[in-house]
């Protein structure tokens, strides 16, 4: 294991686009997206405006696929490819970085912080930037409340979700995941992303159930700076209703 200190060029390059706007990331899972063709929806979304592209989202993606993927991505694209972890086994030296996240609302000590501490010498073994952040999983939550053993935040508790954004920038986090959860029906509500936004000094990233341009636009509107979709471009490719989404994010911050 080496002892050198991280670059931190896969976060000063999203802090640098985030005073420009909002961000959109992209996140394909390997499991559905092997490969090439994780290379060519990475390939379409960049050129619609995506400034990062996620890898990750399903149980059981080896090291091997994500690296496949993390590489046939790299080819094509010059934006960060950014592990989104399920646990150290799908790492990769192959990606850019990785979302170093707690599960902050999990029932299961492993996902808030004990994976962590044998997942952080990989992560610097493999010369991978981790990315500190504290992801939210609200109601529904979906298969990663289940798998995550999550006390799901009510949509309605909105100090609650204040509460743990708060919590997680005060411990040094970098980006504040307010998640419904991937094919949740609605993503998180408008008025929770609003108080979150409000109290917050860090960049808000808000995920699960967004599908369209009027998705998009609404929380925009309501503080989201970083929006991740990944169901929309898995069931229906670069269609209408990704590029509506891309549409809005390009639109607020004046692309
Ligand atoms: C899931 O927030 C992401 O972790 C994306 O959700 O698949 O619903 O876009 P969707």
Redesign the pocket.
């Known amino acids: 294991m080496t002892a050198e200190p991280r670059s931190g060029r896969v976060l000063s390059y999203l802090h640098e686009r985030l005073r420009r706007g909002p961000l959109h990331f992209t ?1 394909i899972d390997p499991d559905k997206s092997p490969g090439e063709r994780a290379a060519e929806i990475a390939q379409g979304a960049v050129a619609l405006g995506s400034d990062a592209i996620l890898l990750g ?1 399903s149980t059981g993606i080896s090291s091997e696929g994500m690296g496949e993927a993390a590489e046939a991505v790299r080819r094509v694209v010059q934006v960060p490819t950014i592990i ?1 972890p399920e646990g150290p086994g799908s790492l990769t030296p192959k990606a850019d970085a990785v979302l170093f996240m707690s599960l902050l609302n999990s029932r299961n000590l492993d996902l808030v912080i004990r994976t962590h501490a044998k997942a952080a010498p990989v992560v610097r073994q493999m010369h991978l930037e981790p990315i500190p952040l504290g992801y939210l999983v609200i109601a529904p939550g979906m298969r ?1 409340g289940e798998v995550g053993q999550v006390d799901v935040v009510a949509r309605g508790d909105v100090g609650l979700a204040q509460g743990y954004a708060l919590a997680a920038e005060f411990l040094g986090m970098r980006f504040v995941y307010l ?1 419904a ?4 029906p609605s993503p998180v509500p408008l008025e929770m992303v609003r108080a979150v936004r409000s109290v917050l000094g860090i960049p808000l990233v808000v ?4 599908r369209t341009g009027e998705d998009a636009r609404a929380l925009l509107e309501a503080g989201a700076q970083v929006l ?5 471009t898995e069931e229906e490719g670069l269609g209408d209703g990704f590029r509506g989404i891309l549409g809005e994010v390009r639109k607020a911050r004046g692309d």
């Open positions: 996140l989202g989104f990663v998640e959860g991937s094919g949740a995920g699960g159930g967004i991740v979709t990944g169901s929309v």
